[in-house]
């Protein structure tokens, strides 16, 4: 079964990094989006940045200039490079592939925890 798995997360200070990692199980094809979102309690998912075969790359506007998503085809690996990170970054990270081309799919990683704080 195709799965999405993340890690990287973690505790970190404000001004510090981390590199998020999502990992496929299975081989990413056809016309699709990948990227990362966001939910921090109580509030909606939101886009982080994605990346698209279609479309060049978008990063929300508070992450601009800070963070910065790439992708690794052979390792089938998606990356989340967060440097500067503020404590408003504190939130559960999610990957996502989502497949327009046949057969259409919208994966769902597991999530992992962000947590920006002194």
């Known amino acids: 079964q195709f799965q999405l798995v993340e890690s990287g997360g973690g505790l970190v200070q404000p001004g510090g990094s981390l590199k998020l990692s999502c990992t496929a199980s299975g081989t990413i094809f056809g016309l699709y989006t990948m990227g990362w979102y966001r939910q921090a309690p109580g509030n909606q998912r939101e886009l982080v940045a994605t990346?698209?075969?279609?479309?060049?790359?978008i990063y929300a506007d508070a992450v601009k200039g800070r963070f910065t998503i790439s992708k690794d085809n052979a390792k089938n690996t998606l990356y989340l490079q967060m440097n500067s990170l503020k404590p408003e970054d504190t939130a559960v990270y999610y990957c996502n592939y989502e497949r327009a081309s046949y057969p259409r799919r919208d994966y769902w990683g597991q999530g992992t925890q962000v947590t920006v704080s002194s």
């Open positions: 990346m698209s075969t279609r479309t060049s790359i």
